[in-house]
């Protein structure tokens, strides 16, 4: 499934490094690492910069609102507006410039996936909202 996923950005966006970070999540979970596939991430957002705005818009919503965005953490967000940008013909956000209809609907796909629970990592292709909620008790 991941090769998969790799192949399908790779066709689409061109040649991508086949490299990829291992992260240790000390602070949260001493015994785990995240695995970080950043130049895939960079590619799918390159030249795109108002979705990079889209992302900033709504992590500062998240961090200026209460429950239930503050237990989002960046990579759901992330995850979900690159998933938006797959889900279209890759010449649409070159032509699309309209910030304010495109943070609208990565809202709202935001928002719909949290309430369906399920949230689709770029890569790997398996729901991560479970293991990226933050505990807003912790």
């Known amino acids: 499934k991941c090769q998969e996923r790799l192949q399908f950005i790779q ?3 061109g040649e991508v ?3 990829c970070l291992a992260i240790c999540l000390h602070k949260a979970e ?3 690492f995240q695995i970080d596939f950043h130049e895939i991430e960079k590619k799918i957002l390159e030249e795109k910069h108002f979705i990079k705005m889209i992302i900033r818009l709504i992590k500062y919503l998240r ?3 209460s429950e239930p965005l503050n237990v989002l953490p960046s990579h759901v967000i992330k995850s979900v ?3 938006k940008v797959l889900s279209e013909d890759k010449d649409y956000w070159r032509r699309n410039q309209n910030l304010e209809e495109n943070f609208r609907e990565c809202f709202a796909e935001l928002v719909e996936s949290v309430e369906r629970g399920f949230v689709r990592d770029v890569v790997w ?3 991560i909202l479970e ?3 933050k505990n807003p008790r912790t």
């Open 11 to 13: 066709e689409r966006y």
């Open 17 to 19: 490094k086949d490299q």
């Open 30 to 32: 001493p015994n785990r």
């Open 63 to 65: 961090n200026v609102w």
């Open 81 to 83: 507006v690159m998933q």
């Open 125 to 127: 292709g398996v729901n």
């Open 131 to 133: 293991v990226k909620l």
